[in-house]
T-cell receptor
Framework: AQSVTQLGSHVSVSEGALVLLRCNYS??????LFWYVQYPNQGLQLLLK??????LVKGINGFEAEFKKSETSFHLTKPSAHMSDAAEYFC?????????????FGKGTKLTVNP | SQTIHQWPATLVQPVGSPLSLECTVE??????LYWYRQAAGRGLQLLFY??????ISSEVPQNLSASRPQDRQFILSSKKLLLSDSGFYLC?????????FGQGTRLTVV
């Protein structure tokens, strides 16, 4: 069964600094990988997804992530943090090629952006 | 375009009372539907998912059940709520890949 590990439950950066949120996955077949963002008391919004095409995926709000099969990683980055990026971020994996579109999430990383 | 509706937004229920949370999707057919529960520090726990009418998979044993009486309707229920059922419940749909979420229901069992 697929699983996701997000390293660091809390990450704090200064405004304008690089954002790096880490995600490692486990999957027995080629996975689909996703990053979602959640603002307080709201649902989740899709930031970007990898579905076996280009390994560097660009998403909304200036975020991007790179799929690295050898490292089983899908880390999320943004060159310059903005105050509005403060939120909780979730990495997720599914295995549609294995017959399962069930989406399994990591425990989330809360991003704080300091002025 | 597709939309997902989830209600109510907040709910306070006494222990032992029943529960019914409803989720409907518009603008798509035969989606996969999901119920997740979110607790602080524990991420999103998948409770149930459904690939079609009447087809429900339960991920964890618990005090809850789910039903899908229509293609785009997914209901989360309980006959008797426990204090531990408190949390933020999210409904989602997917169709070949990405999942899209409702705005969630904050359930407090008192």
């Amino acid at each position: 069964a697929q699983s996701v590990t997000q390293l660091g439950s809390h990450v704090s950066v200064s405004e304008g600094a690089l954002v790096l949120l880490r995600c490692n996955y486990s999957s027995s077949v080629p996975p689909y990988l996703f990053w979602y963002v959640q603002y307080p008391n709201q649902g989740l919004q899709l930031l970007l997804k990898y579905t076996s095409a280009a390994t560097l995926v660009k998403g909304i709000n200036g975020f991007e992530a790179e799929f690295k099969k050898s490292e089983t990683s899908f880390h999320l980055t943004k060159p310059s943090a903005h105050m509005s990026d403060a939120a909780e971020y979730f990495c997720a994996v599914s295995e549609p090629q294995g017959g399962s579109e069930k989406l399994v999430f990591g425990k989330g990383t809360k991003l704080t952006v300091n002025p | 375009s597709q939309t997902i509706h989830q209600w109510p937004a907040t709910l306070v229920q006494p222990v032992g009372s029943p529960l019914s949370l409803e989720c409907t999707v518009e603008g798509t057919s035969n989606p996969n539907l999901y119920w997740y529960r979110q607790a602080a520090g524990r991420g999103l726990q998948l409770l149930f998912y459904s690939v079609g009418i009447g087809q429900i998979s339960s991920e964890v044993p618990q005090n809850l059940s789910a039903s899908r009486p229509q293609d785009r309707q997914f209901i989360l229920s309980s006959k008797k709520l426990l204090l531990s059922d408190s949390g933020f419940y999210l409904c989602a749909w997917s169709l070949v890949g990405s999942a899209f979420f409702g705005q969630g229901t904050r359930l407090t069992v008192v």
